[in-house]
């Protein structure tokens, strides 16, 4: 049986036991300010080699100032998290916030866990008074895809930072008023 609960500092650490592997057979890329979708097959292990630490510092970073941190648990394993950060970013004319981690453990996906916790951080995000979730997504379809089918939408302008930090992403935006 599943456990959902609001993470703390210490649950960080687990976050990179959370199994992100897939086989993926399409990508997207930003082409003239619309999305193209390219046949690419990649085999996913899991993390790659010390971005689940580098993660971890920034997630650290994030709840010490006030971000928003929930997970489901599997007898003590945590199998899927979302977390969404406190700090405003002003894009698309809107107050955003950003999610800033979301997934769910291979063997727990097609449950609707992934579902769930997108709902939940929307309803985290309009809490802390944001008017929209800034999405950074992995360009993976399937990604892509779960995000757009949740009502998310491409950003024409995405942020010049985050923009930065993850050039290849596709960059989302889910309003929220």
């Keep these: 049986m599943l456990h959902p609960r609001l993470l703390v500092e210490a649950d960080i650490a687990l976050l990179k036991l ?12 930003v082409q003239e300010g619309r999305l193209l979708r390219y046949a690419q097959h990649e085999v996913v292990l899991g993390w790659p080699a010390g971005e ?10 994030c709840y010490r100032r006030g971000g928003w941190l929930y ?6 394993a945590l199998v899927a998290a979302a977390v969404v950060d406190c700090l405003p970013i002003e894009c698309a004319g809107l107050d955003l916030r950003q999610l800033k981690f979301l997934h769910v453990s291979q063997a727990y996906r097609g449950q609707g866990l992934g579902r769930q ?4 951080a929307r309803e985290q995000a309009l809490a802390m008074g944001a008017q929209g979730l800034y999405v950074s997504a992995t360009p993976s379809q399937h990604t892509v895809d779960f995000y757009l ?14 923009l930065a ?12 008023v």
Excluded: K, N, V
């Excluded at 689940?52 to 970073?61: F, P, V």
């Excluded at 916790?117 to 939940?120: Q, R, T």
């Excluded at 089918?149 to 985050?162: K, N, R, V, Y």
């Design 52 to 61: 689940a630490e580098h993660d971890a510092l920034i997630l650290q970073q």
């Design 149 to 162: 089918g949740l009502g998310s939408e491409l950003l024409a302008t995405p942020d010049p930072q985050l």
């Design 117 to 120: 916790l997108f709902a939940l």
């Design 165 to 176: 930090l993850e050039p290849e992403d596709i960059h989302l935006c889910l309003r929220l």
């Design 18 to 29: 959370i199994d992100r592997a897939e086989i993926i057979d399409a990508f997207y890329r």
């Design 71 to 76: 997970g489901f648990f599997d007898e003590g």
